[in-house]
């Protein structure tokens, strides 16, 4: 059985008086990966965490399939089935990078001998089994968010919430994390949402755009009519652009 | 898996290296000096338990201690004796007369069940608002041994408990403990519990549930505080409720800290370490009053120096002198290190 499709429905967050996000509505299908994107401020991360239950809604409600998960602990969502990435990443320092992606098997009820076996098939995979044994501060930025992100896949998720993946990441790593993200939905049956300023990556990857400004949606749909959007332009490159 | 029992060998052979030594040179001060390392060492592991896996600073601990000591004490306290030492005991107690050896572990158990109540709702702090409230316990856990004159004999000495720890007995709990510790940190629990302690809002958006953990990892940081002031209650045979108070606290917390809170390798070098210097300074401190080359009587050079100690560590190591990894691991690295060099 497919797993149902996780929806946003006129989300609304607040920090003391002001609206973050304002009635913002996605719908993620598993198979599918959404690019979330925006100008600085506009919302973005403030929608994964909303998501996540980091942060309490104003408004609105998040669900997966027929059931309500806003409202539930971080906790309790992580176990429904969504994994994400922080933007400023969140490590466990004075662990081992192979115990940091165990961990995420182990809190998903895997077995000590599975969850290692997981892990190292995941280290593997993103070309990180050399550093399997080093603590995770020793590493360096680009590594720590690959990490990052094989730590979220080791639970398994039904939905991947990737803040900013490719932040700090040189030329040739943001290449490499492409072919592994592009091919998760397919391998993995899961739905990938995911915030990032590089537009060429955004716009290699991903089957259709959200675009957020000020808290409330611009424009969403396929990523070239997304791209062509005067709203968009406008709210990327100041209204001048758009005229001209 | 062959790095930890690399790192158990080498933990348990320092204990039993101490044993042998002490055994063959068949001092008497030597052996005092070595059980009460091992009991040492048992309370700092069972701190390590907690505080080196959920990475919250403990007070309570020692509270615990003195639950199991008292509770092994009421336990054992032959009949005829309690009438002297404990004159308003309630009656159902009176009677009971039980081996020390299944006293102790009683010991442990009630401290683990007086743990498990009290730190329920605490678990959810973290932070400062969790070590207040550990001290705060602390204080409570005294104040009851203080006034709960039935059972405690109140603030004055109780006496009368049948000696039951040897050096031996002392040795391998100590071991039990070092395999405990390991077990744990190895563990689901410990490993999640691990990465709570990195990061709580990372480990949360993975699904751990992190104050049940950190209840787990409290109540068998408490079962072995219990069994180890047990194991002292035997070793003594008489004491009164400030031998289980801030003075104590801070001589373990000083040997964790010094040795490194989150490995168990740390836990064990440091009791060791702190032992040591603590043993020799009293030595000196005894020789130089003996010879009277000051006027005054030399006292306080132990606490001083523990002091110094710990401020050093605390500014030039603040993990502590094995801060992330157990001396297994450490050894297993730099012989791979040097396989792939060569």
């Known amino acids: 059985m497919p797993n149902p499709s996780l929806k946003v429905v006129d989300v609304a967050v607040e920090f003391s008086g002001l609206r973050a996000l304002n009635g913002v509505s996605l719908t993620l299908s598993p198979g599918e990966i959404v690019g979330l994107i925006g100008p600085n401020g506009s919302g973005k991360t403030t929608m994964i965490n909303a998501m996540t239950g980091q942060v309490p809604l104003a408004g609105g409600q998040v669900m997966l399939g027929d059931k309500q998960i806003s409202g539930l602990t971080p906790r309790k969502i992580a176990l429904e089935g969504l994994s994400r990435s922080f933007q400023i990443v969140r490590l466990f320092n004075n662990m081992t990078v192979l115990d940091n992606v165990e961990s995420a098997a182990l809190a998903h009820g895997c077995s000590l001998r599975v969850a290692r076996e997981k892990a190292q098939t995941l280290l593997g995979e993103f070309g990180l089994s050399p550093r399997a044994d080093d603590l995770g501060a020793s590493l360096s930025y680009g590594d720590k968010r690959r990490v990052e992100i094989a730590r979220a896949l080791a639970a398994d998720p039904a939905f991947l919430l990737l803040d900013e993946p490719a932040a700090g990441m040189n030329e040739a790593e943001t290449e490499a994390l492409l072919h592994i993200l592009a091919g998760l939905p397919k391998s993995r049956g899961l739905g990938l949402l995911i915030i990032d300023h590089d537009m060429s990556l955004i716009m290699r990857l991903c089957d259709r755009l959200h675009v957020l400004a000020f808290g409330k949606t611009i424009a969403e749909g396929k990523a070239d009519e997304v791209r062509r959007n005067p709203a968009v332009i406008e709210a990327y490159l100041g209204s001048e652009a758009a005229r001209a | ?342």
Request: aromatic share 8%; glycine share 10%.
């Open chain 2, 1 to 342: 898996m062959s790095r930890h029992l690399l790192t158990i060998a080498i933990l348990a052979g320092l204990v039993l290296l101490l044993v042998a030594g002490v055994e063959a040179l068949g001092i008497r001060v030597f052996n005092r000096i070595a059980t009460n390392l091992c009991i040492s060492l048992v309370l700092v592991l069972g701190l390590q338990i907690f505080m080196g896996n959920s990475g919250i600073l403990s007070f309570a601990h020692i509270g615990f201690m003195g639950v199991g000591a008292y509770t092994s004490a009421v336990l054992t306290i032959p009949a005829q004796m309690k009438g002297m030492a404990l004159p308003d005991l309630y009656g159902v107690l009176q009677g009971i007369q039980l081996s020390p050896y299944i006293a102790i572990i009683i010991g442990g158990l009630v401290a683990a069940a007086v743990a498990a109540v009290l730190s329920y709702p605490l678990m959810r702090l973290s932070d400062a608002a969790a070590v207040i409230t550990s001290f705060a316990l602390l204080v409570v856990l005294h104040t009851v041994m203080t006034n709960w004159s039935n059972v405690t004999n109140g603030p004055r000495t109780l006496f009368g408990v049948p000696r039951a720890t040897d050096l031996p007995l002392a040795a391998a709990v100590a071991v039990l403990a070092v395999v405990a510790a390991l077990a744990f940190k190895e563990s689901r629990t410990g490993r999640l519990l691990r990465a709570s302690r990195d990061d709580e809002v990372a480990a949360g958006a993975l699904g751990v549930h992190i104050s049940h953990l950190r209840w787990r990892a409290f109540v068998l940081a408490a079962f072995v505080a219990g069994i180890g002031g047990a194991l002292w209650g035997h070793f003594i045979t008489s004491f009164s409720p400030n031998a289980f108070y801030l003075r104590e606290t801070f001589v373990i917390l000083g040997m964790l800290v010094i040795g490194g809170a989150n490995t168990v390798t740390g836990a064990v070098i440091g009791t060791f370490l702190v032992t040591g210097a603590f043993e020799s300074l009293r030595a000196i401190e005894g020789a130089l009053n003996s010879a009277r080359i000051f006027r005054e009587q030399v006292i306080g050079v132990t606490e001083v120096v523990l002091a110094l100690a710990m401020i050093a560590i605390l500014i030039f190591r603040p993990g502590g002198l094995f801060p992330t990894r157990e001396i297994g691991a450490l050894l297993a690295r730099k012989f791979t290190k040097r396989k792939h060099a060569s």
